[in-house]
């Protein structure tokens, strides 16, 4: 994850919240795909950066996305695909996008059962360490061997409530 390796390396490294690192990171994961990193992808990773919970697309254009709708649509696909954005499903029809961890930070979510709003929520060291464990209950359990976990609260957010 970013935040970690730039807490590894000496000061004068960039910090995770300095745009050119995301942008590198981008970059490299669009050549990856054999796409190219235009201005409007640029401008799709701006606005979820700035945005602080996974949004809907009407929510993006509300948020500075400037691009036509059909270019909006092709550019997340794009960064869908090459692991730049994570889309979510919620309780509403509307599907809702946000950066990759390895972008931002390692949260979890917590969903509006009311109007599908999802918001992130950073969780304590202590509770990031039970969830580790319970990769061993899926272990012995099952048989899975587990390498990363989510965790959705559910709720109602503070507008419907
Ligand atoms: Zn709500
Ligand atoms: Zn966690």
């Given amino acids: 994850m970013l ?4 807490d590894m390396a000496s000061h004068t490294h960039p910090t995770p919240s300095e745009i050119s690192d995301v ?20 401008e799709l990773v701006e606005v979820l950066r700035s945005t602080g919970r996974p949004v809907t697309i009407p929510e993006l254009m509300q948020a500075g ?4 709708q059909s270019s909006l ?21 509307a599907a809702r996008y946000e950066l990759a961890e390895e972008l931002s930070e390692h949260h979890h979510h917590v969903v509006c059962s009311m109007c599908g709003r999802i918001d992130d929520v950073v969780l304590p060291p202590a509770i990031e360490r039970a969830l580790s464990e319970a990769a061993k209950e899926a272990r ?18 503070a507008v419907c409530s």
């Fill in 3 to 6: 935040g970690y390796a730039a």
């Fill in 23 to 42: 942008h590198d990171v981008v970059d490299e994961q669009l050549r990856r795909s054999r796409q190219r990193y235009t201005l409007g992808r640029r």
């Fill in 65 to 68: 996305a400037s691009q036509s």
């Fill in 73 to 93: 649509y092709r550019n997340l696909a794009i960064l869908e695909q090459c692991g730049a954005v994570h889309r979510l499903a919620s309780t509403d029809d």
């Fill in 140 to 157: 012995e359990q099952r048989d899975y061997l587990v390498d990363s976990h989510r965790l959705e609260l559910v709720g109602t957010c």
